[in-house]
């Protein structure tokens, strides 16, 4: 069996080390770096090659999904598994953009972090079970309309508005939306007013309804 070569990228130096011994416990993985920025790792993926990256979302100046960016341009052929911890669904979308082809909190189990390597090396797509749900619920409701016919309320929404509306139908509050989507408590007011106003609604309960289509 091919060993698989794995990189990592992560600026939290005990996350980082805790996987790097992760990988050296696998016979069938190997670490061939470990970077704890987006520039650092962009400099050694030439030596380093590897066949998937260990890629954190939130890095200390350019981030993970821009990393990935400019990482598929250089070796397309390399598969990137985002580790988060955050499941909004906004980085989620934007991560898959930008070329990566998992998507694994932190918090999950060392097992299913190696799983997602080998998945992903072998073709596949692999998600943990929360970020699924986001993916799954966000399809859900873009329905299909027939050619021609009017978009309907929910269809008007931007992506990051959509975002903020399945936030508040998971009864988030204003503080927390805006960690998980990384903007300000004043910005997710400013897209809760034009939630409101697109779907013509005046309470997050009529809003969720609209959303949710009960």
Known sequence: MKTIKVSIVED???????????????????????????????????????????????????????????????RPETQVVMLTTFDANQSIFESLAAGATGYVLKRAPGEEVLNAVRDVAAGGSPMSAAIARKVVQFFSTRRQLPAGAPASQIELLSEREHAVLVALSECQQYKEIAANLGISINTVRAHIKKIYEKLQVNTRHEAVRALTGS
């Not at 962009?42 to 380093?48: D, G, K, Q, S």
């Not at 990256?53 to 990935?68: A, K, S």
């Open 12 to 74: 939290d130096t005990r996350l980082r080390e805790a996987l790097e011994q992760l990988l050296r416990q696998t016979p069938d993985l190997a670490c061939v770096s470990a970077s704890g920025s987006a520039e650092d790792a962009l400099a050694v993926f030439p030596a380093a090659e590897p066949d998937v990256v260990l890629m954190d979302l939130n890095l200390p100046q350019m981030n993970g999904i821009e990393c990935t960016r400019r990482l598929k341009l250089e």
